[in-house]
């Protein structure tokens, strides 16, 4: 077994947190709210606006033994950079309100999230930003298309107000494969680090998805 699939063995109990929101089976299940829809658009923007920041300082904090990830990470920022307006699209296209999003504050899982990743690279072993990378694709891979179509069918919402979904279901596709790359050429100690953080970026995320029921959103007038 490799790495990557031990990891994915290693949190199947912490990856069911997440996914047993209740938010997560009513989206799967064909129950979604156009309020639970634009909820979770407005954290997915709050936490993807600081994607890009948070490589950019990752592979400022690189140690030597790491050095080898530099331009991997540069890939991730190019191909990370500006999604955050795709999400303000969306939730243009889906009704909402894209300049009160802007100008929001998270609500408090997304905030701690971040915060969580911004004091791991700056005081942690950077290696476990990968576990938040992990947690992150993976949960895309699994339900962002699934949920997509689920969502638009139940809302009779238009193509265009799901272009983060779709593309994050379809890109992170692609990049499961290189993370796996790049996981299984770590040294343990770092493995072992991605494998404790993954853990607690699904408590984390989890807690995202959990507190959406009191995201307080505006649809356009």
């Known amino acids: 077994m490799n790495f990557y699939e031990h990891l994915k063995t290693a949190t199947e109990e912490n990856r069911?947190?997440?996914l047993s929101a209740?938010?997560?089976a009513d989206c799967l299940q064909g129950r979604a709210q156009l309020k639970d829809y634009l909820a979770f658009l407005s954290q997915a923007y709050h936490h993807v606006r600081h994607t890009t920041p948070l490589l950019m300082s990752l592979g400022g904090r690189l140690p030597d033994r790491l050095a080898w990830l530099r331009p991997a990470v540069a890939e991730y920022i190019e191909e990370e950079i500006g999604h955050e307006e795709w999400i303000l699209d969306d939730i243009?296209?889906?009704g909402g309100d894209a300049a009160a999003v802007r100008a929001s504050r998270p609500d408090l899982p997304a905030e701690v999230m971040v915060a969580y990743a911004y004091d791991l690279i700056a005081r942690g072993n950077p290696?476990?930003?990968f576990g938040m990378v992990f947690v992150l694709e993976g949960t895309s891979v699994a339900?962002?298309?699934?949920a997509a179509d689920k969502i638009q069918h139940a809302l009779d919402l238009p193509n265009a107000a799901f272009s983060y979904l779709r593309s994050h279901g379809t890109l992170d596709q692609q990049?499961?494969?290189h993370l796996a790359s790049l996981l299984e050429q770590m040294?343990?100690?770092d493995q072992q680090e991605v494998l404790r953080c993954a853990k607690v970026f699904y408590k984390l995320y989890g807690d995202?998805?959990?507190g959406l029921a009191n995201t307080q959103v505006a649809a356009c007038n």
Do not use: I, K, S
Request: glycine residues 8%.
């Open 16 to 18: 069911g947190y997440l």
């Open 22 to 24: 209740p938010l997560v």
């Open 92 to 94: 243009t296209a889906a």
């Open 127 to 129: 290696a476990g930003f």
């Open 143 to 146: 339900l962002a298309l699934m």
């Open 175 to 177: 990049h499961t494969q």
């Open 187 to 189: 040294e343990p100690a």
């Open 208 to 210: 995202v998805f959990r």
